[in-house]
C-alpha cells in the first residue's frame, strides 16, 4: 500500500470554520500527517485553512478537550503524546467498557440488526481489499459503533466513543498495516458469527482481544523514536 498516498493532503480547500478545522487536524492525526509532539503553530494554521486566529484559537481549544492536542501556557499546542502507562491505562479502559458493552448485548438479535452489521462489514471488507485506509478507518468507526449501540446503553455507547476517540493518535500505527486491517476484517466476522451462535462469552473474548494491536503497535513506535531521538 502507498502510505504516502494515504497522508497526502487533500487538494481541495479545507472549510474554514472551526468545527472544519477540527475534523481536518483530527483526520491528520489519524492518519499520521501530524505526529505525537508536532507543535501546531497558529499562523501556520491560519495560513493553510485562511482562517482567523480565534477559530484556530477554538478548534485548537477543541482538541485539547478531545485529547487529541495539548495546549501549554506560554509554549504552545502539541499533538499529544502518550507514555507506556497512558496507552495501557486508556486501552484498559476502553477493555472494560468495550467488554461490558459486548455482555450486555441480549441475544439472539433481530435478524435486521444483524443484516445491518453485515451490510457495513462487507463495506469494510471492500475499503481492506482496495487498500484505502481512510474509508477503513471510517467503516471500522460505524462497525463498531452499529456493534455497541446494540447493548441499548446510550450512556455506556458514549463512554466507548469517546475514550476510542482519545485514542486516535495512537491507532495510526497499526492502520498503516495491511496485515492488522486483514486481521481486523476477520476478526469482526468472528464477532458476527458469534451473534449468530448467541455466543456472548467469545464476543466479550473477540472484543477484548482486538484492541490488542493497535496498542502494542504504537508501543513499538514509540519506543523506536525514543531509540532514534525522533
Same mark, same amino acid.
Given at each position: 500500500?502507498?502510505?504516502?498516498a494515504?497522508t ?76 507506556t ?56 468507526l ?8 446494540? /447493548?441499548?446503553? *446510550?450512556?455506556?455507547? =458514549? ?6 476517540? $482519545? #485514542?486516535?493518535?495512537? %491507532?495510526? &500505527? ?17 464477532m ?12 466479550? /473474548?473477540?472484543? *477484548?482481544?482486538?484492541? =490488542?494491536?493497535s496498542?502494542?503497535?504504537?508501543? $513499538? #513506535?514509540?519506543?523506536l %523514536?525514543? &531509540?532514534?531521538?525522533?
Amino acid at each position: 500500500m502507498d502510505v504516502s498516498a494515504m497522508t497526502r493532503r487533500p487538494e481541495t480547500a479545507p472549510p474554514c470554520s472551526a468545527a472544519g478545522l477540527v475534523t481536518q487536524l483530527e483526520e491528520d492525526i489519524v492518519f499520521g500527517r501530524l505526529h505525537p509532539r508536532e507543535r501546531l503553530v497558529e499562523d501556520e494554521l491560519m495560513a493553510r485553512f485562511e482562517a482567523k486566529r480565534h477559530v484556530v484559537r477554538e478548534a485548537l481549544a477543541s482538541l485539547d478537550r478531545m485529547g487529541l492536542v495539548e495546549r501549554r501556557r506560554n509554549v504552545g499546542a502539541f499533538v499529544r503524546s502518550f507514555s507506556t502507562q497512558e496507552v495501557e491505562e486508556l486501552y484498559d479502559l476502553r477493555s472494560l467498557l468495550e467488554v461490558e458493552a459486548a455482555r450486555q448485548i441480549a441475544l439472539p438479535l433481530a435478524p435486521q440488526a444483524l443484516d445491518e452489521l453485515v451490510a457495513i462489514q462487507h463495506r469494510h471488507d471492500e475499503a481492506v481489499a482496495q487498500g484505502h485506509a481512510r474509508e477503513v478507518f471510517v467503516v471500522n468507526l460505524a462497525f463498531h459503533k452499529t456493534l455497541f449501540t446494540l /447493548a441499548g446503553n *446510550r450512556t455506556l455507547a =458514549r463512554a466507548i466513543e469517546e475514550y476510542a476517540r $482519545q #485514542t486516535y493518535a495512537i %491507532r495510526f &500505527a497499526g492502520l498503516v498495516s495491511a496485515e492488522y486491517r486483514s486481521k481486523a476484517r476477520d476478526e469482526h466476522w468472528q464477532m458476527i458469527e458469534a451473534l449468530r451462535r448467541n455466543d456472548s462469552p467469545t464476543l466479550q /473474548a473477540l472484543c *477484548r482481544a482486538h484492541l =490488542r494491536p493497535s496498542q502494542d503497535a504504537y508501543l $513499538q #513506535t514509540q519506543r523506536l %523514536r525514543d &531509540a532514534t531521538g525522533g
